[in-house]
């Protein structure tokens, strides 16, 4: 790997004197130098760039936070933006030593690119998945009836839908708390819809056990469990239940589970624009008449596709943003970021967006100041209420210490928190903590950007 020619090339008359001094190449022993290299020094590089010349082909490389343009050898490893690569300086020249493999973050930044333009909102895929409890399918072009006709559900997919309404906590339609229903051991009584499939017993109380539960059951951790063994018969959270609902579609169809790959997900538009932005911009409310609309079969695959390609990127972006706490200092050691869907009255599926950070004692944090070696907890909840509209909560736990601050998008939703926050303080010091700050403000939380690498995308977390 050679350093290419110092020599400027010579402006031409037609340029102007500033286009003539962009064209002049930088000195190659004046960017050595700057590298502070030993000889026969080894040293890690990333590929900025690369760049095609007549004759060869040369790249940019950021090295101890300097770039140097060289040109690449013939024989060499194939080479792309983002790449990292093992140089080692003799003399007056670089040699490549080695292409490294690439990093976890890199890895994580690739499978999260193919997986964000075909996300679907949670919300809005399950209202028309168990909207067919009760409107059935409808027959594609093709099928042996009539097209357009509506099919009943045959007893399998009837049974994972059921097993998918199950795992929705249900909100009351006098808004009190939500009932939650264990996972396994379920017997549907009677022929109900998603809205009205009774299981029992149910719980009412939304403490912190059933939190756990429904946080077990939001399909995020989906993998950890089959890692540990999971014996529970049936799927056991939203993950593997849709998936079972696919592979009984597939059935249904006559194919294999390899063909579910050729279903084109069908993604939500707010999700394309906004891939890894939290909160999430709202959705629109699917209207009743277009969720109990009968989907064909391929319909419900391709929303089923969808809704997974949604739960994977915020196990994905979870992972991503785990896994860069490593390098970066003041950043979450632990991350955790979660759609939790819930029936709201008249059978429309809701989420709200958790996302949890956990920082390891020892960081100093970079968003606030704080005791060293002090473990902090920071919990971050969305939620788009029929009344209230936009609420946003930001509590953060440090030892016996905790603040608080809500957003409201409503003047008089955050009129009304103002009002409660006094009680709540009260509530909070009974508990033992101590409150260090808790306020309400009226719009939305601030938001920071996810690089991915190669810089193909710059969005919103």
């Not at 594609?140 to 559900?153: D, H």
Request: glycine residues 8%; aromatic residues 2%.
């Amino acid at each position: 790997m050679k350093l290419p020619h110092g020599n400027p090339i010579p402006p031409q008359p037609s340029k102007p004197p500033s286009a003539a001094k962009a064209s002049v190449q930088p000195d190659p022993m004046q960017q050595l130098r700057q590298l502070q290299l030993e000889n026969r020094q080894a040293v890690v590089a990333r590929v900025a760039e690369l760049l095609t010349q007549r004759g060869g082909q040369q790249a940019i490389l950021e090295v101890r936070g300097q770039r140097v343009t060289v040109e690449l050898p013939a024989n060499g490893p194939e080479l792309k933006a983002g790449d990292l690569i093992r140089l080692m300086r003799e003399g007056q020249s670089l040699t490549l030593l080695d292409k490294l493999p690439a990093t976890a973050e890199t890895r994580l930044g690739q499978a999260l690119l193919r997986h964000l333009p075909w996300q679907q909102n949670l919300d809005s895929g399950l209202t028309r998945l168990l909207a067919t409890l009760t409107g059935g399918f409808r027959n594609a072009p093709g099928a042996t009836t009539l097209p357009g006709s509506i099919e009943a559900l045959p007893a399998p997919v009837r049974e994972a839908l059921q097993v998918i309404a199950r795992l929705l906590p249900q909100v009351p339609a006098d808004n009190g708390p939500p009932t939650f229903r264990p996972v396994a051991g379920q017997n549907v009584t009677g022929q109900g819809t998603g809205a009205t499939a009774q299981a029992t017993p149910l719980k009412s109380t939304l403490d912190a056990a059933a939190v756990r539960q429904w946080l077990a059951s939001s399909g995020v951790l989906a993998e950890a469990s089959l890692a540990r063994g999971s014996t529970e018969a049936g799927p056991a959270d939203l993950k593997l239940a849709l998936g079972r609902l696919a592979l009984t579609l597939l059935q249904h169809q006559s194919l294999g589970s390899d063909q579910f790959t050729r279903f084109t997900p069908l993604p939500s538009q707010e999700l394309v624009t906004s891939p890894l932005q939290f909160p999430v911009p709202t959705t629109p409310p699917v209207a009743m008449a277009e969720a109990r609309e009968p989907a064909s079969p391929g319909q419900m695959l391709r929303l089923l596709a969808g809704m997974l390609n949604r739960i994977t990127v915020n196990q994905l972006h979870s992972q991503l943003l785990t896994t860069r706490a490593g390098g970066d200092a003041g950043t979450p050691a632990n991350t955790l970021i979660t759609d939790l869907p819930w029936m709201a009255p008249g059978g429309e599926v809701r989420t709200a967006q958790l996302r949890i950070d956990y920082e390891k004692p020892g960081q100093e944090g970079a968003s606030s100041p704080r005791k060293t070696g002090v473990a902090e907890w920071r919990l971050s909840l969305a939620m788009d209420l029929d009344e209230a509209g936009k609420v946003f909560f930001d509590v953060a736990l440090r030892q016996s210490a905790v603040s608080a601050r809500v957003w409201a998008e409503q003047q008089g939703t955050a009129r009304l928190v103002t009002r409660q926050l006094g009680d709540l303080r009260t509530r909070l010091t009974e508990l033992g903590l101590e409150v260090s700050e808790l306020e309400c403000r009226r719009g939305q939380p601030p938001v920071t950007p996810t690089r991915l690498e190669h810089r193909l995308l710059d969005t919103r977390a």
